[in-house]
């Protein structure tokens, strides 16, 4: 299965773009790149997924690189409950599956 | 609406124990995915169940590991004699049926349940 690499941490400014890079270079043609975030101690919820193109959200926008290699996540103005632990995600589906692969996720600490 | 519920959001057991934890999905969700988070760690995959069709347990760590589900509702998922291992949280998910096209639904996870084995 794919596997992704994120860093472990990362700092941003309330109010700042926040950028979360993840590298997915095994990643298979018909395979969906998905973000989830992690808030301590709670599931994990949905923020964003996409194939080839550049998709946007009222919470996100995704960037993929033409190769599909990478992607990165951009929260346009982080605020400090953006505060969480970011999975980068492969979805692999088949005729008899459907699971996501997660990484180790980035933490992502907004400061005031 | 209400989510996917999960109980009992603790569990304490002691090693050789076996468990039962329980799962009940967003009515109407046909699809139920299982996976494990140890501490500090992404989720692995356990199991998904679609449907009445044969679920796939790949993701299942040992013989000791096994899941059910009753049709489209509540799935069970048992650890028999526990090891120390096995001390993680276990998320349960659930997602509507495929959309047409070859789109998918978002999965919709659970609070877990925090097993801790003595």
């Known amino acids: 299965d794919a596997k992704t690499t994120q860093p472990t941490s990362m700092d941003c400014a309330e109010g700042r773009a926040a950028n979360l890079p993840c590298n997915h270079s095994?990643?298979?043609?018909?395979?969906?790149v998905y973000w989830y975030r992690q808030i301590h101690s709670q599931g994990p919820q949905y923020i964003i997924h996409?194939?080839?193109n550049n998709e946007t959200n009222e919470m996100a926008s995704l960037i993929i690189t033409e190769d599909r290699k990478s992607s990165t996540l951009i929260l346009p103005h982080a605020t400090l409950r953006d505060t969480a632990v970011y999975y980068c995600?492969?979805?692999?589906?088949?005729?008899?599956?459907?699971?996501?692969?997660f990484g180790t996720g980035t933490r992502l600490q907004v400061f005031p | 609406g209400a989510g996917v519920s999960q109980s009992p959001s603790n569990k304490v057991t002691e090693k050789g124990k076996d468990v039962e934890l329980r799962c009940d999905p967003i009515?109407?969700?046909?699809?139920l995915y299982w996976y494990r988070q140890r501490l500090g760690q992404g989720l692995e995959f356990l199991i998904y169940?679609?449907?009445?069709?044969?679920?796939?347990k790949s993701g299942l760590p040992s013989d000791r590991f096994s899941a059910e589900r009753t049709g489209e509702s509540v799935s069970t998922l048992t650890i028999q004699r526990t090891q120390q291992e096995d001390s993680a949280v276990y998320l349960c998910?659930?997602?509507?049926?495929?959309?047409?096209?070859?789109?998918?639904?978002?999965?919709?996870f659970g609070p877990g349940t925090r097993l801790t084995v003595l």
């Open positions: 998910a659930s997602s509507p049926r495929v959309l047409a096209g070859g789109l998918y639904n978002e999965q919709f």
């Open positions: 095994t990643i298979s043609g018909n395979e969906y």
């Open positions: 996409g194939l080839k």
């Open positions: 995600i492969v979805r692999v589906v088949s005729y008899n599956t459907d699971k996501l692969i």
């Open positions: 009515s109407g969700h046909t699809a």
């Open positions: 169940f679609q449907g009445n069709s044969a679920p796939d």
